[in-house]
């Protein structure tokens, strides 16, 4: 049976992955930085706690690693590579930047270690479930040996290319998400400003093609529930600087990316930054000195 090895197991989608994988019936392993307790649920079930992200690297078959941020993928990295099992596969599950996934996986093949990039879509309630989507970088061969791990805690899996493939396309996928939250949030602002209910907003849109679940997801924000993407807004943040760096490199002016991380810039920098995305509504009240409130409060 393959060993599986994870890092960020006590993360907000690390756990329900680490736990789907167990259930599954791979022997884990885990490192982490925050404590034990909400890993119970994993030793109890048999996972193993080790000392460092070394010792993952040296007894494990395949390292997930699900942690923020590009720079955090590339420790871990470091770590796992201190003396690798031969054959060892890294997938990394995390949003990053292509550009590193691609540095990495070049380090990695020069210790007989493969590199994946295989981040997801959806949120925490997906992974406990096990119906998150997953986009992955990797040749056939890789992704023969992985897919069976992948599908314990997925519900769809997404090919687009080889490494860095599917970090490319997480950003994307993130950008357009952005993009129409911050749309969402000026459009409310200015209803208010107007004299419009901002609700009216949501109806208009919802009666024709704009319809979405985001939408009404973000509609709710009218009613106080800021809830609808459990996802903090500074790692929106990042992520769409993310995706405007890796449009420059491409030659590609991000004139809407750039528009949409400074709404998010101007956000966090009110105070909203560790409060979940759809507080970008509450940033952009706040720049214009406005209330932005369905004039309803009871309607859903």
Not at 172 to 188: G, S
Not at 192 to 216: E, F, N, W
Request: proline fraction near 4%; glycine fraction near 10%; include cysteine.
């Amino acid at each position: 049976m393959v060993t599986i090895g994870f890092v960020g197991a006590t993360g907000l989608m690390g756990h329900g992955i680490a736990k789907n994988i167990q259930a599954a019936g791979y022997p884990l392993r885990f490192t982490t930085r925050s404590g034990t307790g909400r890993v119970a649920d994993l030793l109890e079930a048999g996972a193993e706690l080790v000392a460092d992200h070394a010792e993952l690297g040296r007894t494990c078959d395949m390292v997930f690693v699900c942690v923020t941020a590009a720079s955090d993928v590339e420790q871990v990295v470091s770590g796992l590579l201190t003396q690798p099992k031969p054959g060892l596969i890294i997938v990394d599950t995390s949003t990053s930047e292509p550009e590193t996934t691609r540095r990495l996986a070049d380090r990695c093949a020069k210790v007989d270690v493969t590199f994946v990039d295989a981040p997801l879509t959806l949120g925490p309630a997906d992974a406990e479930a096990g119906t998150l989507n997953v986009l992955v970088g990797a040749d056939d061969t890789v992704f023969e040996r992985i897919e069976p791990v992948l599908r314990t805690f997925t519900a769809n899996i997404l090919r687009p290319g080889g490494t860095g493939a599917g970090h490319a396309l997480k950003l994307l996928n993130n950008f357009v998400i952005q993009a129409n939250v911050a749309a969402l949030a000026e459009a409310f602002t200015v209803a208010a400003k107007a004299g419009l209910d901002p609700q009216a907003v949501v109806d208009i849109l919802t009666l024709g093609s704009a319809d979405s679940a985001l939408l009404r997801g973000i509609g709710r924000t009218l009613h106080g529930d800021y809830t609808s993407m459990v996802f903090e807004l500074n790692n929106a943040r990042k992520d769409v600087r993310y995706y405007t760096r890796m449009a420059g490199e491409l030659d590609v002016p991000p004139v809407v990316g750039d528009s949409v991380h400074e709404t998010l810039a101007i956000a966090a920098a009110m105070g909203f930054g560790d409060e979940y995305v759809p507080s970008m509504v509450k940033g952009v009240a706040k720049l214009n000195n406005v209330t932005v409130a369905a004039w309803q409060t009871d309607q859903t």
